[in-house]
């Protein structure tokens, strides 16, 4: 029985979660989605959450197959402030990947992260 050779552990080069391609996607959605865009708190949630299932929709349209996607928005009002922020997670370095964006205009600001994590 040859069920060792039939299981991939491993996605081939083409369909790995590549990051500087899904970082395109990140920053084409925010740019679509947040350009003249004004901060108010009240949308900010709503926007947070579309956000990131758009991202989320474009990354599966990549067609990186068994792939699950987590993806993390925070959409802030423009003072002149800073922020950090970070993120921790386990991992297999070999096949899972993360990109992140930001957007900024007069009003927001907007981070966005995706995560690509291989399903065996």
């Known amino acids: 029985m040859a069920l060792a050779s039939e299981f991939a552990i491993e ?3 083409n369909e790995k979660f590549k990051s500087s391609r899904a970082k395109e996607v990140i920053a084409k959605v925010l740019k679509k989605r947040l350009t003249g865009a004004v901060y108010h708190t009240d949308n900010t949630s ?8 758009d991202i989320k ?5 990549e067609g990186w197959t068994r792939y699950k996607y987590a993806v993390q928005v925070f ?7 800073g922020i950090r922020l970070g993120c921790r997670g386990f991992w ?15 009003s ?9 994590v291989y399903v065996y």
């Open 11 to 13: 996605p081939p080069y």
């Open 92 to 106: 297999d370095q070999r096949t899972d990947n993360f990109a992140h964006e930001t957007f900024q205009n007069e």
């Open 46 to 53: 709503s926007w947070a959450k579309e956000i990131a299932d």
């Open 75 to 81: 959409i802030g009002e423009q003072r002149g402030e």
């Open 57 to 61: 929709q474009s990354l599966k349209e």
């Open 108 to 116: 927001l600001f907007c981070v966005a992260a995706a995560f690509g």
